[in-house]
């Protein structure tokens, strides 16, 4: 499964990985780092997660 977002050459083994990585390429992210003086924001909740280790 390739990524149709123009420019992006990832595939994915799994159709449901290739819709997750989608995700990534929305223009909202809701997720924001809870960190002071850290203005990283996420797309998935997981991902943001993973950044606050």
Avoid: E, I, L, M
């Amino acid at each position: 499964y390739v990524c149709p977002h123009k420019g992006c050459d990832k595939t994915f083994s799994t159709s449901g990985h290739a819709r997750r990585h989608s995700h990534t390429h929305k223009p909202q992210q809701p997720f924001v780092c809870p960190h002071d003086g850290c203005d990283a924001t996420f797309s998935r909740r997981d991902n943001c997660t993973q950044h606050q280790r």
